[in-house]
């Protein structure tokens, strides 16, 4: 398959290595422009945002909300045919406060509404570290989970094989306004779980609780004196989150 994606960041390159680690096909870019990807060792072709949108199946957008504006000409010149694939998490201390989501929007709901048309959310509720080296052949025992929403069944189900390939199982989280379920502060969120343990935890989710969680899991891994392991991190995020 041929994949476009914006964004090099951890989550964007680790996809794209991944990706052509699988044989696909793969252009890069950086929505600062392509400068902004000179001297970096990436996987795949490094293009401008325009050239990451023409003649592919697959678009995947992995930079932060404020920069999403800048491309949504990049999505206009895209086929429908195309699946667009959101990665994002909103976190109002490092994007700036967005009123619509603070007063309930959803998080890829307000992304889709930015970039003028659907998407499919997933790649977000596992951390940087997970997804590079957790993955794992289909039917091991205690394969870790990545969750996956969106409305359009076809193009949510191309996503789900994709992830697959990479290592990892998948739950359909639902619809996109559904999505909420797999943001930051749920029991879904970072927390390296099976498929079984996926499910339960997106039903166990709280959507006024969730903003509340996550600030209390930013404070903790920001404090001063804060030291953590990836296993650490889990750990705190299922404590938090789950209570």
Same mark, same amino acid.
């Given at each position: 398959m041929k994949f476009g994606i914006i964004g090099a960041g951890n989550i964007g390159s680790i996809i794209a290595e991944k990706l052509v680690a699988n044989g696909h096909e793969v252009k890069i870019a950086d929505a600062r422009g392509i400068k902004r990807l000179e001297g970096k060792e990436l996987p795949g072709k490094k293009v401008t945002v325009e050239e990451a949108g023409i003649a592919i199946d697959v678009l995947i957008v992995s930079i932060p !909300?404020? @920069?999403l504006p800048s491309i949504r000409h990049v999505l206009a010149s895209v086929g429908e045919e195309v699946v667009v694939v959101d990665t994002s998490n909103y976190y109002p201390q490092r994007d700036?406060?967005?009123e619509e989501i603070e007063k309930g929007t959803v998080e890829s709901v307000w992304v889709s &509404?930015? !970039?003028g048309r659907p998407v499919i959310k997933a790649f977000n509720n596992l951390l940087a570290s997970t997804l590079q080296n957790e993955g794992t052949p289909e039917g091991t025992r205690g394969r870790i989970a990545m969750a996956i929403a969106g409305d359009d069944l076809s193009k949510k189900q191309i996503v789900m094989e994709i992830v697959n390939e990479m290592g990892f199982d998948t739950v359909d989280s639902g619809s996109l306004e559904d999505s909420w379920r797999q943001q930051p502060g749920t029991p879904a969120y970072c927390t390296e779980l099976t498929k079984e343990e996926l499910a339960e935890a997106l &039903?166990? @989710?709280?959507k006024d609780k969730a903003p509340l969680l996550r600030d209390r899991a930013i404070e903790k891994l920001s404090a001063p004196t804060s030291a953590f392991s990836i296993k650490d991190v889990v750990h705190m995020n299922r404590e938090i989150y789950n209570s």
């Open positions: !909300l404020h @920069a700036n406060k967005i &509404k930015q !970039l &039903k166990k @989710a709280d």
